[in-house]
C-alpha cells in the first residue's frame, strides 16, 4: 500500500541550528502539506504546496521556514535558526487531488536543545 | 470560539462496549470530515472519510455527520484493545483552488481495557 515517508524519525538539533525535514509523498499525489504537533497540542497546519509554490501558511510558517521540492519525489522543510519552541512532531501529508483523503506520514520528531 | 471542539477525554471503556466520539465545529464552510487515529508519537492514520451529512460505514466503525448541527461523530462497535488511541476529527472547507488544509480537533484518548 502506497505510503508517505518521512525521514529522519528523530532528530536532536542546537538551538540556532539549521534543519532539513525530508518527506517523500505518495508517487502521483500532487497536494503536499506540512503539519505540527507540540506535545500534548493538536495537529496544525504549516504550510500547502502545489504546482511548485506554496499555496497557503499559516502564521506559524514565518520566515524562518521554508519548503521545497528538489526534485519529482522529495518534499523538505527547512528551519534556517532553530528555536527550542520549534521542538515538536513534523508530519507531511498528500492527497491526490483536492478534498481527498490526506495520508499523513509517521512524523519527524524534532528535539531542539 | 475555536473552530474545532473535541472533548479530549479520556475516556475508558471495557472491550467490546460501543464507543461514541463526537467534534463540534463553528465554520459552516467545512464540507470535508475526517477521523484519524493516532497511536502515541506517530502519524495520524485516516479512518474514515465523508462529505455529505448522514452516515457512513466501514467494518466497526461508522462516521456519522450533522451539518445543520455542526456535528460529527465517530461510532465504535465491538470495541477492541487494539482500539486504544487517540482519535482525531479534522475538517476542510470547499474553498476551491489549491489549498485544502485540515483543522484538526484537539483529539480523544481512547483506553479500551480488555
Known amino acids: 500500500e502506497p505510503e508517505v515517508t518521512q525521514t529522519p524519525s528523530h532528530q536532536v538539533t542546537q538551538m540556532g541550528q539549521e534543519v532539513i525535514l525530508r518527506c517523500v509523498p505518495i508517487s502521483n499525489h500532487l497536494y503536499f502539506y506540512w503539519y505540527r504537533q507540540i506535545l500534548g497540542q493538536k495537529v496544525e497546519f504549516l504550510v500547502s504546496f502545489y504546482n511548485n509554490e506554496i499555496s497557503e501558511k499559516s502564521e506559524i510558517f514565518d520566515d524562518q521556514f521554508s519548503v521545497e521540492r528538489p526534485d519529482g519525489s522529495n518534499f523538505t522543510l527547512k528551519i534556517r535558526s532553530t528555536k527550542l519552541e520549534d521542538s515538536a512532531m513534523y508530519f507531511c501529508a498528500s492527497t491526490g487531488q483536492p478534498n481527498t483523503e490526506a495520508f499523513f506520514g509517521q512524523g519527524t520528531r524534532l528535539t531542539v536543545v | 470560539q475555536k473552530e474545532v471542539e473535541q472533548d479530549p477525554g479520556p475516556l475508558s471503556v471495557p472491550e467490546g462496549a460501543i464507543v461514541s466520539l463526537n467534534c463540534t465545529y463553528s465554520?459552516?464552510?467545512?464540507?470535508?470530515f475526517m477521523w484519524y487515529r493516532q497511536y502515541s508519537r506517530k502519524g495520524p492514520e485516516l479512518l474514515m472519510y465523508?462529505?455529505?451529512?448522514g452516515n457512513k460505514e466501514d467494518g466497526r466503525f461508522t462516521a456519522q455527520v450533522d451539518k445543520s448541527s455542526k456535528y460529527i461523530s465517530l461510532f465504535i462497535r465491538d470495541s477492541q484493545p487494539s482500539d486504544s488511541a487517540t482519535y482525531l476529527c479534522?475538517?476542510?472547507?470547499?474553498?476551491?483552488?489549491?489549498?485544502?488544509?485540515?483543522?484538526f480537533g484537539k483529539g480523544t484518548l481512547l483506553t479500551v481495557n480488555p
Open positions: 465523508t462529505y455529505s451529512s
Open positions: 479534522a475538517m476542510t472547507a470547499m474553498s476551491g483552488g489549491s489549498n485544502y488544509k485540515l483543522t
Open positions: 465554520n459552516s464552510a467545512f464540507q470535508y
